[in-house]
């Protein structure tokens, strides 16, 4: 199986490698996955005052479409406000990466991530943690 | 001058030798012959051929030349060699056991045995990957056909003590069937001193070319006969079935026989190359060798490195180096292998685990490369990885709710 070039890319120069300070009440962090399925991801946010996604990083634990699924995600969610960066579907990155089948669960899991991320920022300041539908490919 | 890529999957496959290529082919064009013609010069070109690549075959496992029968590979000489037995000795029991470790082509084909009413016993091996002695011989019932068990194994190349396995075969009048792939032709493999019945092994692991094999039958002390599996025009003593892949043996008995005379040298160079790899990259913080140490294959080594995930490792220099990795995304079950699971490691180390077969065309500036690459993208992934942070920070991974999917 060879990887699309935009995969390639972002393995080898992954965008938003990091870490943010996940006591701070304006960080979100999503930790989705486990180490015995091959792949984990943490996804975390930081939002300003206006609601929008000034910063993001990531580290994952998986093959190259995870990392490179994650790293797309960073990209994506910066500028987006917290209400825009929830409508980011799995299939975007999909498409994007030019995912195969069997790598359709690392953009699964980055949708996770996000939502995850997005849901401890909520929990943080108050909001209502949101109900998503279950993913539809585990 | 370092060619890329580097091929380090020799467990897979090996190139053709170059003496072995020559060797075959006049066979494809000039002596096309079928073996099986008796009445003409082509016919008995083609025989001739195949009775000396017999003998060039038996010499390498001291076997009698007629006590080899040619296949198409491994696969099915394992399938022949169990069902074989099976139908054969149906009189005598239905009993097999083998290991939970052994290669597909055999616990698929004892599992077929399961379905047309055989019992099968898949024993459990230890944490270093070899069969445990008293608990076989405890496995061992009236009705026990067959033990078949793995000489090397394929994922971490640990050897079995084959000797002790077959001394209390014979103490129970058992039949031993052993899968020598990836044995024959790289150690010392002699089915008399190690008291094997029945044994498969393939051309395409020592440098022949793909698509022919062995099965070594016993012929004295018991005289072993099995229930062909093709029917047809009783080639192979009616054992196997089918025209003789002619060029093909006679690579594979070319093959055979330059194994046979390098094998000393060539066990000496290329353990030296395997230890320095394995010691360089047992240097790495939380790297982890699998399998038994000592019984092991000179050119094999399996690690594992914790924290980074084996695609993910595999991606960072496949392009120059041919490996592979037993973590579940290079293949398409999404289910880490089942022989590093065996040996008790967790879910998360079999999926971090590379496997280095290194062979003939191996050099030290290849090693010197691949440990240089491995370890620099190990350390990459690690700075990318959120379990190496947990593990940095001394978070226990175990208190952590996952969410496994």
Sequence with gaps: MSYSEKVIDHYQ?????????KSKSNVGTGLVGAPECGDVMRLQIEVDEAGLIKDAKFKTFGCGSAIASSSLATEWL???SIDEAITIDNMDIVEELNLPPVKIHCSVLAEDAIKAAINDYRQKNGLEVLKFNESVVH | MLNFPIYLDHNATTPCDPRVVEAMIPYFTNNFGNAASRNHPFGWAAEEAVDYAREQVAKLIGAEPKEIIFTSGATEGDNLAIKGVFEMYASKGNHIITCNIEHKAVLDTCKHIEKEGGEVTYLKVKD????DLSEL?????PTTILIAIMYANNEIGTVNPIREISAIARKHGVLVFSDAVQAVGKIPVDVNKDGIDLMAFTAHKMYGPKGVGALYVRRKNPRVKVTAQMDGGGHERGMRSGTLNVPGIVGFGKACEICLTEMEEETIRVSKLRDKLQTELMKIEESYLNGDKEHKLPHVTN???????????????????A???????????????YVLKALGLGDDLAHSSLRFGLGRFT???????????VTNTVNKLREMSPLWEMYK??????????AHH
């Design chain 1, 13 to 21: 120069n992954p965008k938003n490698v990091g870490t943010l300070d």
């Design chain 2, 137 to 141: 011989e405890a496995a061992i019932r």
């Design chain 2, 323 to 337: 490996l592979s990795s037993g973590s579940a995304c290079t293949s398409a079950s999404l289910e880490p292998s």
């Design chain 2, 128 to 131: 270093n990957g070899l069969v």
């Design chain 1, 78 to 80: 910066k500028g987006k």
């Design chain 2, 363 to 373: 050099t030290e500036e290849q090693i010197d490369y691949t440990v240089e690459q």
């Design chain 2, 303 to 321: 690690i594992s490195f914790k924290y980074v995930e084996g695609e993910g490792l595999l991606m960072g220099f496949n392009k120059n180096i």
């Design chain 2, 393 to 402: 920070e001394g978070i226990d991974m175990n208190s952590i709710e996952w």
